[in-house]
T-cell receptor, first 115, second 111 residues
Framework: ETGVTQSPTHLIKTRGQQVTLRCSSQSGHNTVSWYQQALGQGPQFIFQYYREEENGRGNFPPRFSGLQFPNYSSELNVNALELDDSALYLC??????????????FGNGTRLTVT | GESVGLHLPTLSVQEGDNSIINCAYSNSASDYFIWYKQESGKGPQFIIDIRSNMDKRQGQRVTVLLNKTVKHLSLQIAATQPGDSAVYFCAESTGFQKLVFGTGTRLLVSP
């Protein structure tokens, strides 16, 4: 069984640029969630996609957007990057629509540095 | 590898000891709780979960206790091993879609 894979593993961008992060969900999972983890903190919920539709969103501005594809893989896009966007971005997949249905399984993340 | 947390509460134990990691949660409406383990350079790894209709749940070498009266969650690890060294997060479900994570506790296991 293939787990959650994310690409790239590391990325350096300049303030004002745009970035796209990618995630392949675990086999059999149809829900993908994205989390931002700043250094020294716990992950914070960005949004969730279920069957290609956004199914919930955390307290992040509209310049954070996403997509889920028919094969349940997903992208996170961030426009107009700010220095505070520097963080580890985690993708998690699950087999249920709600987090209570089945545990989230996380990838190893993309480390984004904005200079 | 990268550092998951620089100034986290730290629990230091000897190999073979039992470890207890505590977590206070904030929302009395939360009905689902999870413990994750995060090693340096990796994403959080699921350890064990518990629903609010239970007080205790056991897994392999791990036990989670839930006290809803004081909104407290604990993770007990039996016979702690060096491979258990990591940052441990509790998370609560306050809604349908998201988990709310705590700040984490670093567990250091000495041989």
């Amino acid at each position: 069984e293939t787990g959650v894979t994310q690409s790239p593993t590391h990325l350096i961008k300049t303030r004002g640029q745009q970035v796209t992060l990618r995630c392949s969900s675990q086999s059999g999972h149809n829900t993908v969630s994205w989390y931002q983890q700043a250094l020294g903190q716990g992950p914070q919920f960005i949004f969730q996609y279920y069957r290609e539709e956004e199914n919930g969103r955390g307290n992040f501005p509209p310049r954070f957007s996403g997509l889920q594809f028919p094969n349940y893989s997903s992208e996170l896009n961030v426009n107009a990057l700010e220095l505070d966007d520097s963080a580890l971005y985690l993708c998690a997949s699950s087999s249920g629509r709600g987090v209570n249905d089945s545990p989230l399984h996380f990838g190893n993340g993309t480390r984004l540095t904005v200079t | 590898g990268e550092s998951v947390g620089l100034h986290l509460p730290t629990l230091s134990v000897q190999e073979g000891d039992n470890s207890i990691i505590n977590c206070a949660y904030s929302n009395s409406a939360s009905d689902y709780f999870i413990w994750y383990k995060q090693e340096s350079g990796k994403g959080p790894q699921f350890i064990i979960d518990i629903r609010s209709n239970m007080d205790k749940r056991q897994g392999q070498r791990v036990t989670v206790l839930l006290n809803k009266t004081v909104k407290h969650l604990s993770l007990q690890i039996a016979a702690t091993q060096p491979g258990d060294s990591a940052v441990y997060f509790c998370a609560e479900s306050t809604g349908f879609q998201k988990l709310v994570f705590g700040t984490g506790t670093r567990l250091l296991v000495s041989p």
